[in-house]
């Protein structure tokens, strides 16, 4: 497994410092990947988003006829494709050995796949020891599940971002939808309570807050609220460092 390239933002007034990271955790449609590419652009930090690099792992083992409990096949895998991100305007680019996979990844059959590859370990063993390689070579904002919890234990800023399930699907349907995606409401609910019991119930890395997370319920909040709130214990924090 290759990083090859990802979108490096430069430092300015707001920097929290080169080594900060801040992990950003929750289950789907919680609002991480918006607020953790937000929060990166304002404090000129990378961005990475640690679920994009399993959907490309689903839909190569897709794509390859790879079955998701296939260890061995999935260890190769990984082991073989090269993932890589740019920066196009205000979106981020996802590539798969060199191939644009930024809408196939998105595919509701692909993040159900991404859950079930998600919860082998050898997938988790080699994405994790990647994410640490990128987050240690600069300040990072890590969008994830287990990214304050395994992948970054000790990093300086925490947050676990909620929604109420409704909310979340209403966001994921609406999100979709606008990226030409065809899908059901009712089908994306049931998705997203089938991925929260599966990513939370699994043995290796579960979806959890960290014990030293910021908890935000994002329900009732709006992007920019969300971001205040964020930015507000960040600069608290630092304010309060000897
Ligand atoms: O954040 P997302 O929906 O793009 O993530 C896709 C799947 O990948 C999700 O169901 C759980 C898994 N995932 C994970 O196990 N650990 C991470 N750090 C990020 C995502």
Same mark, same amino acid.
């Given at each position: 497994?290759?990083?090859?390239? +990802?979108?490096?933002?430069?430092?300015?007034?707001? $920097?929290?410092?080169?080594?900060?990271?801040?992990?950003? !955790?929750?289950?789907?449609? %919680?609002?991480? %990947?918006?607020?953790?590419?937000?929060?990166?652009d304002r404090r000129g930090l990378i961005y990475l988003d640690t679920g994009a690099m399993y959907r490309v792992v689903a839909l190569e083992?897709?794509?390859?006829?790879?079955?998701?409990?296939?260890?061995?096949?999935?260890?190769?895998?990984?082991? &073989?494709?090269?993932?890589?991100?740019?920066?196009d305007n205000d979106r981020q680019r996802v590539y798969s050995c060199g191939n644009d996979v930024t809408d196939a990844i998105r595919q509701p059959e692909i993040s159900m796949l991404a859950s079930r590859v998600?919860?082998?370990?050898?997938v988790r063993q080699a994405l994790v020891q990647?994410?640490?390689?990128?987050?240690?070579?600069?300040g990072s904002v890590i969008d994830g599940r287990d990214a304050g919890t395994v992948? /970054?234990?000790?990093?300086? /800023?925490?947050? +676990?971002?909620d929604a109420t399930v409704e909310t979340r699907a209403r966001?994921?349907?609406k999100e979709l939808v606008e990226k030409n995606i065809?899908?059901?409401y009712k089908?994306? /609910?049931? $998705?997203?309570?089938?991925?929260? %019991? !599966? $990513?939370? %119930?699994? &043995?290796?890395?579960?979806?959890?807050?960290? $014990? !030293?997370?910021?908890?935000?319920d994002t329900t009732m909040m709006t992007i920019e609220d969300v971001l205040e709130k964020i930015s507000q214990e960040i600069d608290t924090a630092t304010a309060s460092l000897p």
């Open positions: 497994m290759r990083i090859a390239e +990802y979108g490096i933002k430069f430092m300015h007034e707001h $920097d929290t410092g080169k080594d900060d990271i801040i992990t950003i !955790d929750g289950p789907v449609g %919680s609002g991480k %990947s918006t607020i953790g590419r937000l929060l990166a083992a897709h794509n390859r006829g790879i079955e998701p409990d296939d260890e061995k096949a999935l260890q190769a895998l990984c082991a &073989d494709i090269e993932i890589s991100f740019a920066h998600s919860a082998v370990k050898v990647m994410q640490r390689k990128i987050g240690h070579e600069a992948i /970054f234990p000790r990093a300086r /800023f925490k947050f +676990y971002l966001r994921r349907y065809e899908v059901s089908d994306i /609910f049931q $998705d997203i309570r089938k991925r929260d %019991s !599966d $990513d939370s %119930s699994r &043995d290796i890395a579960p979806l959890k807050p960290a $014990d !030293d997370a910021v908890i935000i």
